[in-house]
């Protein structure tokens, strides 16, 4: 959910890895894996699909 936070945010992949104390290709494995999840084309698709969805809200899901 973090990953999926600071992409709706905007934030490149560089510092969502430093934020999480991930390296750079973990965080971009991560980040394929929900666009292959929400099947999207691209950050702003996903970032579209996952706020549709609430992934991008910290309380809880209804």
């Known amino acids: 959910r973090a990953v999926v936070r600071m992409l709706a945010e905007g ?8 934020r999480l104390g991930v390296s750079l290709r973990t965080c971009r494995r991560h980040i394929a894996e929900i666009l292959e999840t929400l099947q999207a084309d691209s950050r702003f698709q996903a970032g579209v699909l996952a706020e549709r969805a609430g992934l991008t809200t910290a ?3 209804p």
């Not at 934030?11 to 430093?18: F, N, P, S, T």
């Open 11 to 18: 934030a490149k992949d560089e510092v969502i890895a430093r």
């Open 59 to 61: 309380g809880p899901q």
